[in-house]
């Protein structure tokens, strides 16, 4: 009967938790929380963002920070991306592949807020958000978005964006903050050369008034001076050179437009050249180096063979690219000289060896060399005689002439 009592209260006790949960809610947070609980039990809403925005179908970019502040333009002409089609600047060409390899794989995006309160918030608002256009044929919209900040988890990295017209921000896959920038210049292309450093095989440098000096890189890897003279490269020079002219950089750009003659950039016959030779033999790619921009210091006007723009590069890049002989070859590094014995022990032998020495000169040879001492003293005298110590003196071992030693 007793068991049976206590079932029953056990049961009763049950039910008022059950009554106390669900009138109560003890456990449920704030309002946010609330959402958060009715879309688990929703499910998630997932948006398409950049489904439409393909490689192939895609013509002109349009990118706009701080409310129009400031923006770029980017435009496909023949199959080619160039911020100014008219002046025939190219755009970076690695830059515009990254924007749709990352869209790709982005997916859709989950919707993580419907109020436009909280535009700030994730930076997708027209103050403080990235807009971009993205246009097709006929200057057709495609998408119209504001790319935001990043989500907080940055091992799987997420980017809020949000569809003009439309509240809803979503989260994103990928890192989209770093795709699109502001200004003109910031989408050129900089790329002079784009080489594998290990496929050099060997450099051929021409500077006017001089001869032409051919490097090779040995089957070591260690490189070596072949003409006009044979010497080995100071450690690590070749490589150096290398890997700058494979991955050869421009620091900035002409202002003049249209682009002047190649020869006032100081381009042309007499100017210095650079030439690479490449294990597979495909190219010759070379370099040509003119002289310092009077409007940007520190700066020298190069173009490569093939290019018809020319750019400019820091006086470092130019002068680790444009040796002369004396620069590369290697200077004998000097021997050590025998350091001063600092043990007792031997200043003892020293002292010892000096005195058998003496023993063996004359009388006049002891004399001379007394004076020889004197006078190398007398040609650099103390600054103060007192200085010197009494340790320092020149004295000499009273000997005896041969015959005369004690017995």
Known sequence: ???????????????????????????????????????????????????????????????????????????????????NPERKHPAAKANIERIFETFKRSGAGEVVSKNPQNHALFQVDKASGTRVKFFGKNDALIADVYIGKMGANYMAPTTYVRTEGSDEVLSVSGMMMGLFQGGQDNWRERTIFELQPENITGFIITQPGQPNIRLARLASDEWTCMYPKSFPLKKDDGMRMANTFARLRASSFIKDYPQKPYEEYGIGPQSATITATLKDASSTPTLYIGHESKDQPNQYYVRANGQEQVYLIYKYMRDGLAKTLAELEAKPTPTPANPKPTDMETLKKINEQKKKELEKMTEAERKAAVQKKIDEILKHPAPNPKAIRKADTITSPTLKPKGQEKK
């Open 1 to 83: 009967m007793k068991v049976r009592n206590v079932f029953i209260l056990v049961i009763i006790a049950a039910i008022l938790v059950v009554i106390v949960l669900l009138s109560e809610k003890p456990f449920q947070g704030p309002s946010g929380e609330k959402q958060k609980s009715a879309r688990s039990l929703e499910g998630i809403k997932r948006v398409p963002v950049f489904e439409k925005v393909k490689a192939e179908d895609c013509y002109r970019i349009f990118i706009s920070q701080y409310d129009g502040m400031s923006t770029a333009s980017l435009s496909r002409v023949n199959g080619v991306w160039y911020t």
